[in-house]
């Protein structure tokens, strides 16, 4: 089992930054592939950025947006710059067991994680 809790979120100026962070509980975070998702108002959860050996990118955040992990302190990352209005969303974390290439589509379907956080909010203003 393996709970999250996702940190960071707040109101930001287009343009401006923001850190997200996901601490993971559990022994066993590094066996873990570590997925970002968000959701806006109205639409769909949708793929951000997932990481184990290697990282992969929404082409919408490509640039912009890093992933990464510590795995000693059991989490995991998004640092997100130069954000616009619509990166507005709630943003999710989420652990998957699977254990495949990142890069590949498996990795941008909600149904590939075993686990998901709470959500936190983003706002971006213009």
């Known amino acids: 089992q393996v709970q999250l809790v996702e940190s960071g979120g707040g109101l930001v100026q287009a343009g401006g930054s923001l850190r997200l962070s996901c601490a993971a509980s559990g022994r066993t975070f590094n066996n873990y592939d570590m997925g970002w998702f968000r959701q806006a108002p109205g639409k769909e959860r949708e793929f951000v950025a997932a990481i184990n050996w290697s990282e992969s990118y929404a082409d919408s955040v490509k640039g912009r947006f890093t992933i990464s992990r510590d795995n000693p302190k059991n989490t995991v990352y998004l640092q997100m710059n130069n954000l616009k209005p619509e990166d507005t969303a709630v943003y999710y974390c989420?652990?998957?067991?699977?254990?495949?290439?990142?890069?590949?589509?498996?990795?941008?379907?909600?149904?590939?994680?075993?686990?998901w956080g709470q959500g936190t909010q983003v706002v971006v203003s213009s």
């Open positions: 989420a652990a998957s067991n699977s254990r495949r290439d990142v890069s590949s589509n498996y990795y941008f379907r909600l149904t590939s994680y075993n686990y």
